[in-house]
């Protein structure tokens, strides 16, 4: 068994530095190494099919969380299991559940919170 290349990644590793759902891209990326060389390609001068999974989806967890404007685990809590298209987002944003509502509330509280705790700490910290 030959070491992979230092140099290279795993096509689960570059889909996330892309941002996208892995099962959704072309077979040939999926069975693949990526090198760095061809992960800087595809982010300055992206083919079609990256430009059209960055649009229309399906998109992972992390970006449907942050489309969403709620955690992950807010989407698990609300039902939300796999990945999305922005249409189903969308959807989910005009219908407005009670669960989206919810968990956007809960969620704008964590992040008052920590940006709360955060100044705190920097009053704090040595000069």
Known sequence: MSR???QSMKPATAAKKLDVYL??????????PITRTELTALQADPPQWLKDL????????NLVA???G???????????????TTEQIDQLLEEKPQW???ERE???MVLSEQRRVKALQAERAPR
Do not use: C, D, W
């Open 4 to 6: 992979p290349n230092a």
């Open 23 to 32: 099962q959704a891209t072309p077979a040939e990326f999926q069975e693949n």
């Open 54 to 61: 960055r649009k229309n989806g399906p998109h992972p967890k």
């Open 66 to 68: 942050a489309k969403l």
């Open 70 to 84: 709620v955690s992950i685990a807010g989407l698990a809590r609300g039902g939300v299991e796999g990945p999305l």
């Open 100 to 102: 989206l509502v919810a």
């Open 106 to 108: 809960s969620y704008q």
